[in-house]
């Protein structure tokens, strides 16, 4: 079964279409990038399926069920762009956060939902800003704690929004093992990667995006120079590396 499968969506903002019949199959225990040029709907994709912006058109299933059956089996990292960072909390609430969706509105976190987080912080490397306040961290350092909120939640697919975003040498790497610890795991990674140089070190499969799937599929066979001229647009995408790819 596929961890998510994804049928002619289609999303508008009021600026009109964004992304149209876009299909997409995600095996189950693999990390999958979404990849394409700037304003391809890499995110509106990943935001259209998790029912964070409502699609015009589409089927989207996971697990073989529609989202409110298995909306805790999904975690999400959403764009650190997206985030009010002047909220005044602490690293370790935010991350308890990703506990919340097992609890539900009545219950209160109790010992075993903050062991999770212990375990997620130590994970992400971040145990030592515990607590501290969000606004004071590092780009890096932000978006290691938006993916130890998301491991805290244990979820069996997760989507990240351009996780290696702003992010330092040290976090990309940090944020890499987890990745492979997730897949080794049997976990589903679906991300918005932006670096083409690294996709083939990263993903296992590619959705290569702009306005509709192009193409998707192992990356060995699918990120290809054929299918990157179709998705960006002339001279947008650099051809040394293309060079270095064919």
Known sequence: MHACEIRALEVAYHTGTVLSDATLDVPSGIVLGIVGPNGAGKSTLIRGALGLVKPVAGEIRFFGEPLRRVRNRI???PQSTAVDW???TTVFDVVLMGTYGDLGWIKRAGK??????????????MSEFADRQIGELSGG???RVFLARAL???PDLYFMDEPFQGVDAKSQQAIVDVLHVLREQ????????HDLTTVREYCDSVALVNGT??????TDVTFTVENIR???DAGSANDAFLAGIS
Do not use: C, N, W
């Open 86 to 88: 002047d909220f005044p």
């Open 230 to 232: 179709k998705t960006y």
């Open 75 to 77: 975690g999400y990292m």
């Open 186 to 193: 049997g976990k589903t990674i679906v991300m918005v990667h």
């Open 152 to 154: 805290a939640q244990e």
């Open 213 to 218: 799937v192009i193409a998707s599929g192992p």
């Open 112 to 125: 075993v939902e903050r062991q999770r987080v212990v375990a997620a912080l130590e994970q992400t490397g």
């Open 141 to 143: 350092q932000r978006q």
